[in-house]
C-alpha cells in the first residue's frame, strides 16, 4: 500500500464514528436503566441532598444524578470521541503517507489456496 488518501480516511472515519456515537448512546441508556432499576440514583441523590441540604431541610432541589443530565454528558464526550478520533485517523493517514514516500511503503501478496 503505497499511499491513503486523507480526505477518504475523514469520511470514513466521521461515519464510523457517528456509528459509535449511537453504539455509546444505547450503552448508557442500558446501564443506566439498569441502575435506576436497582434504586442506586435514588440513593445517592438522596445522600447528596442530605448531604448539601442538611438532614432537616426540605429542600426539593434538583437531582444531582437525572437522565438529562446523565445523556447530555454523554452525547458531549461522544461529540467530542468524533472529533478526536476523526482528526487522528487523519494525522495518522498523513503521517503514514510521508513515511510511505520515505520508505516505500507496504508490499502486500496475495496468493491462492491449495
Do not use: H, K, W
Given at each position: 500500500m503505497k499511499r491513503f488518501d486523507p480526505w477518504s480516511v475523514l469520511k470514513l472515519s466521521l461515519v464510523l464514528g457517528v456509528a459509535m456515537f449511537f453504539v455509546w448512546l444505547v450503552a448508557v441508556g442500558v446501564l443506566y436503566t439498569v441502575l435506576d432499576g436497582m434504586g442506586v440514583w435514588d440513593k445517592l441523590n438522596g445522600t447528596y441532598s442530605s448531604l448539601v441540604g442538611g438532614e432537616g431541610a426540605n429542600?426539593?432541589?434538583?437531582?444531582?444524578?437525572?437522565?438529562?443530565?446523565?445523556?447530555?454528558?454523554?452525547?458531549?464526550?461522544?461529540?467530542?470521541?468524533?472529533?478526536?478520533?476523526?482528526a487522528l485517523a487523519t494525522v495518522s493517514a498523513f503521517i503514514y503517507n510521508v513515511s510511505a514516500d520515505l520508505a516505500g511503503g507496504l508490499e502486500v501478496t496475495l496468493s491462492e489456496r491449495e
Open positions: 429542600a426539593s432541589s434538583e437531582p444531582l444524578i437525572s437522565a438529562g443530565r446523565v445523556f447530555g454528558i454523554a452525547a458531549i464526550l461522544g461529540a467530542i470521541n468524533i472529533v478526536l478520533v476523526s
